[in-house]
């Protein structure tokens, strides 16, 4: 099992910044992939962006490519999202995601471990 917390959401302007952390626990974090996700009002989950083991691998969604930042700290069992220049488009629950694999995916049924999300608002 993996248990995953999410953190660091809130109300921002837009062009503001949010680092969004995701803690994991209940297993080895050097050997599991995390990814980010995140769900609008009315939406469908949309893949946000992921990152390998190893941290060396990274692939993230054309929207949020060049603003977003995922990160790992495997000494802290923490994965982060950095969110730059943030838009109301942004505005979402944003959900970390696991999986057991080295290989990274941006598919939701790919990953077997979800945190129960973070609202994140962005709002002039």
Same mark, same amino acid.
């Given at each position: 099992?993996?248990?995953?917390? !999410?953190?660091?959401?809130?109300?921002?302007?837009? @062009?503001?910044?949010?680092?969004?952390?995701?803690? +994991?626990? *209940? #297993?080895?974090?050097?050997?599991?992939?995390?990814?980010?996700?995140?769900?609008?009002?009315?939406?469908?989950? !949309?893949?946000?962006?992921?990152?390998?083991?190893? @941290?060396?691998?990274?692939?993230?969604?054309?929207? +949020?490519? *060049? #603003?977003?930042?995922?990160?790992?700290?495997?000494?802290?069992?923490?994965?982060?999202?950095?969110?730059?220049?943030?838009?109301?488009?942004?505005?979402?629950?944003?959900?970390?995601?696991?999986?057991?694999?080295?290989? +990274?995916?941006? #598919?939701?049924?790919?990953?077997?471990?979800?945190?129960?999300?973070?609202?994140?608002?962005?709002?002039?």
């Amino acid at each position: 099992q993996v248990q995953l917390v !999410e953190s660091g959401g809130g109300l921002v302007q837009p @062009g503001d910044s949010l680092r969004l952390s995701c803690a +994991v626990s *209940g #297993r080895t974090f050097s050997s599991v992939t995390v990814g980010w996700f995140r769900q609008a009002p009315g939406k469908d989950r !949309e893949f946000v962006a992921t990152i390998s083991p190893s @941290g060396i691998t990274t692939d993230y969604a054309d929207s +949020v490519k *060049g #603003r977003f930042t995922i990160s790992r700290d495997n000494a802290k069992n923490t994965v982060y999202l950095q969110m730059n220049s943030l838009q109301p488009e942004d505005t979402a629950v944003y959900y970390c995601a696991a999986r057991t694999s080295f290989i +990274v995916r941006s #598919r939701g049924h790919e990953y077997d471990y979800w945190g129960q999300g973070t609202q994140v608002t962005v709002s002039s």
